[in-house]
């Protein structure tokens, strides 16, 4: 496995893999891996020939009072689980190689609408720091396959979107979440949380199990969102959304909608937690 910390170093050994005729997968991450992570890594392993993996903590990303600060920084950890994994290329750029002119007068690439509700009222901010980063290092690896987890609905599909609108050559590959055996998503934020907060975290899954299975027996939307915020809240959490949602558009679910995802994020204490299931209405 090789590090690069320049773009150049990268570029010039993925000249080298791709003058071989071989193909890559990438998954970006912003370090502190866990199983979900290693997770991305063996699909790509399974799908192409060499992955590459970046771990960059992207300050485009985050707003002002968010925890870019104290995002966990793991490098030798991380380093170390890919190294045994078997991922043939780490790139690990600064501030200075991503935004060398500063990111306040970098080019930013935005997704209109899709990226508006959700995590994007309440962060309005992340998206455009998050299509940013990601339509650079695409263009960086330029590979076959980009993989994501599925955590991440509402960036997934913004990340879908981007990648179909600018005609970038990557094929976009989602993967399901990754659970604790209680159930909980697995994020690098879930360090954050106390012991006794850890104990409560599996809720918000349970609660998105339960609001499935109302819906499914025909509980109106917004009858089964009520019921979960009331039941989140009574659980120590404060619920910043929780939405029943086309699973195309993530607009507000209608009744000719078949497809659905419910959508949420909570803060547990100081810790943001976020989790979705789908569901299909046959």
């Given at each position: 496995m090789k590090v690069h910390h320049t773009i150049e170093s990268l570029q010039s050994d993925l000249l080298t893999i791709k003058k071989a005729g071989k193909t890559t997968a990438f998954v970006p991450t912003m370090g502190n891996l866990h199983q979900g992570h290693l997770d991305l890594v063996k699909k790509g392993l399974s799908l192409a020939d060499s992955v590459i993996v970046s771990i960059y903590v992207n300050p485009l990303q985050f707003g002002a009072n968010e925890d870019l600060s104290t995002y966990?920084?793991?490098l030798d950890d991380d380093l170390f689980a890919l190294k045994e994994l078997g991922a043939?290329?780490?790139?690990?750029?600064?501030d200075e190689i991503m935004y060398p002119e500063g990111k306040e007068v970098h080019s930013k690439v935005s997704v209109p609408k899709l990226g508006d509700r959700h995590c994007g009222a309440?962060?309005?901010?992340f998206f455009g720091g998050i299509t940013t980063i990601v339509a650079k290092l695409f263009n960086i690896v330029q590979a076959d396959i980009s993989i994501f987890g599925e955590k991440d609905f509402q960036q997934l599909a913004v990340i879908r979107k981007m990648?179909?609108?600018l005609c970038i050559s990557t094929k976009v590959v989602g993967i399901p979440i990754v659970r604790e055996d209680d159930g909980l998503a697995m994020s690098s934020?879930?360090?954050?949380l106390s012991s006794d907060e850890r104990m409560i975290a599996p809720t918000l899954h349970q609660t998105l199990l339960?609001?499935?299975e109302k819906i499914l027996e025909g509980v109106e939307y917004e009858k089964a969102e009520t019921d979960a915020i009331d039941a989140l809240n009574n659980k120590g959490f404060v619920v910043d959304y929780l939405n029943v949602c086309n699973s195309k558009s993530l607009e507000p679910a209608t009744s000719s909608d078949k497809e659905l995802v419910i959508l949420a994020a909570a803060m547990l204490g100081k810790t943001r937690l976020i989790d979705n299931i789908e569901l299909s209405l046959k």
């Open positions: 966990p920084r793991t043939a290329h780490v790139f690990v750029p600064t309440s962060r309005p901010q990648v179909e609108d934020r879930n360090n954050y339960a609001m499935k």
